[in-house]
């Protein structure tokens, strides 16, 4: 079956620690995106690439960091940085870098810091 | 930028149509409308996607009028299983790339 694989479902980190999401999808969409959700509200992006090798900021990149070295693959860090890192995050693909091509979900990793 | 406008909640019981309406006034040409669902826990799940009049699939009907200023969602025959937050998106950030989120629609099915 295709789709996007998002590990681990449940993640905890102690604050001022780096922690990696991982994202890997087998649809060979061209486009990904990372979504950040919290309680009650709707989602919010985060950084989003293209093509592999390139990626671009969304709204609330700060603290985060991103790399897209495979078209399968695209993992997010959440730094130390990030001031409110608790959340529940969702990566997404399209199979092409258009606003008009639906968007493919994982099932998410929900981070808690404490 | 364009901005969507649902309805924060709506209730319905099993068996009903539940139609659901989302305003986007500064729809622009090229913007096409898409509606998602999304469980507790879980992904968003695309639902289905129109730019005019009536579009149909398996699980839902997307009705647009002829101004395109706003869009109804209609499920048919809902399930307790159909209860989840709908996003009516349309509205593009800023750079003109990707979708923006608001709070959706949460619906509540009744038994």
């Known amino acids: 079956d295709g789709g996007i694989t998002q590990s681990p479902k449940y993640l905890f980190r102690k604050e001022g620690q780096n922690v990696t999401l991982s994202c890997e999808q087998n649809l060979n969409h061209d486009a990904m995106y990372w979504y950040r959700q919290d309680p009650g509200q709707g989602l919010r992006l985060i950084y989003y690439?293209?093509?592999?090798?390139?990626?671009q900021k969304g709204d609330i990149a700060e603290g985060y960091s991103v790399s897209r070295e495979k078209k399968e693959s695209f993992p997010l860090t959440v730094t130390s940085a990030q001031k409110n890192p608790t959340a529940f995050y969702l990566c997404a693909s399209s199979i092409e870098p258009s606003y008009n091509s639906p968007l493919h979900f994982g099932n998410g990793t929900r981070l808690t810091v404490t | 930028l364009a901005k969507t406008t649902q309805p924060i909640s709506m209730d319905s019981y099993e068996g009903q149509e539940v139609n659901i309406t989302c305003s986007h006034n500064?729809?622009?040409?090229?913007?096409?409308i898409t509606w998602y669902q999304q469980f507790p826990s879980q992904g968003p799940r695309f639902i289905i996607q129109?730019?005019?009049t009536k579009v149909t699939n398996e699980v839902a009907s997307l009705f647009i009028p002829a101004d395109r200023k706003s869009s109804t969602l209609s499920l048919p025959r809902v399930s307790l299983s159909d209860t989840a937050v709908y996003y009516c998106?349309?509205?593009?950030?800023?750079?003109?790339?990707?979708?923006?989120f608001g709070p959706g629609t949460r619906l509540s099915v009744l038994p």
């Open positions: 998106l349309v509205n593009r950030d800023n750079y003109g790339q990707n979708f923006v």
């Open positions: 690439s293209q093509i592999v090798n390139d990626f």
């Open positions: 500064n729809i622009a040409t090229n913007d096409y």
């Open positions: 129109g730019y005019k």
